[in-house]
């Protein structure tokens, strides 16, 4: 999917939005960022389902505009240091630099998320490659039963490895068809869509497949050991 003048179709998506976000609109300006929350857009997508059957929005969630950065602490920020290791339970384990990962067929794709704090980002534009397919190319074992993305200073979350391995789990370094900007991971992230956004581990350095589970940073601080947003496993 090429997109010939990303800036300005977000221009327009961005101007639409506002428009069509009408009454019932909290502007909430943050990190030099705006960020629309729109009640109505809400109540339009929550009358939508996925091609899954579950309900776009899930419970508790409205609708904003764009990315909002979380913060946490930032890796470092070259792609010349970038240094993904695919280790664990695996019979290859890997140390991929960045133009190795440019050498795999990339996806690009959309895919909206869910942040626990209660907005959802629908639609946003992801280029990366899958979790499923470096976990081939490292031979996964049979004993692997997690999944456990490790990012810059001590950063982890863990997944499930059946969720792990869904189409749509991937370690991304483009969002709406630019670069990932730094407080949003660059140089590489995780995108776990379909779990609460803090499975999605910013600044990555590595995914360990393990026998065992072991609760991440948030898991380990009162927050749901597997965060389905439309079950609302928000805390522990
Ligand atoms: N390494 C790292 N990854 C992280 C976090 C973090 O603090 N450190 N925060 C998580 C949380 S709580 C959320 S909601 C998302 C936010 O991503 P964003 O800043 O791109 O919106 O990143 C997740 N990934
Ligand atoms: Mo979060």
Redesign the pocket.
């Known amino acids: 999917m090429t997109d010939p003048a990303p800036s300005l179709a977000k221009t327009i998506a961005r101007r639409d939005f506002i428009r069509k976000a009408a009454s019932g609109t909290v502007i909430a300006a943050m990190g030099g960022g705006l960020y629309t929350i729109s009640d109505h857009l809400t109540s339009e997508a929550k009358a939508q389902s996925r091609a899954d059957g579950r309900a776009r929005v899930p419970p508790g969630q409205r609708v904003i505009s764009a990315?909002?950065?979380?913060?946490?602490?930032?890796?470092d920020p070259a792609r010349s240091s970038v240094k993904i290791k695919v280790h664990g339970e695996v019979e290859r384990p890997l140390e991929l630099d960045f133009r190795e990962l440019l050498g795999m067929d990339a996806i690009d794709t959309r895919a909206d998320?869910h942040?626990?704090?209660g907005w959802t980002?629908l639609d946003a534009r992801w280029k990366g490659v899958r979790v499923k397919d470096l976990a081939e190319k490292a031979g996964l074992k049979d004993s692997a039963r997690h999944v456990i993305?490790e990012?810059?200073?001590g950063?982890?979350?863990n997944v499930r490895l059946d969720e792990g391995l869904a189409d749509n789990v991937m370690i991304v370094w483009e969002?709406d068809g630019r670069p990932?900007?730094r407080?949003?991971?660059a140089p590489v992230?995780?995108l776990v869509p379909d779990l609460?956004?803090?499975?999605?581990?910013?600044?990555?350095t590595g995914i360990r497949f393990t026998r065992r589970d072991q609760p991440g940073?948030?898991e380990t601080r009162g927050?749901s050991n597997h965060a389905d947003p439309w079950k609302e496993e928000r805390y522990a």
Not at 67 to 75: E, F, I, S, T
Not at 196 to 204: E, G, I, M, T
């Open positions: 990315l909002k950065p979380m913060g946490g602490q930032a890796g998320v942040c626990v704090t980002m993305f990012s810059a200073h950063y982890t979350a969002h990932l900007r407080p949003h991971g992230r995780a609460y956004f803090w499975k999605s581990s910013k600044w990555l940073y948030w927050y």
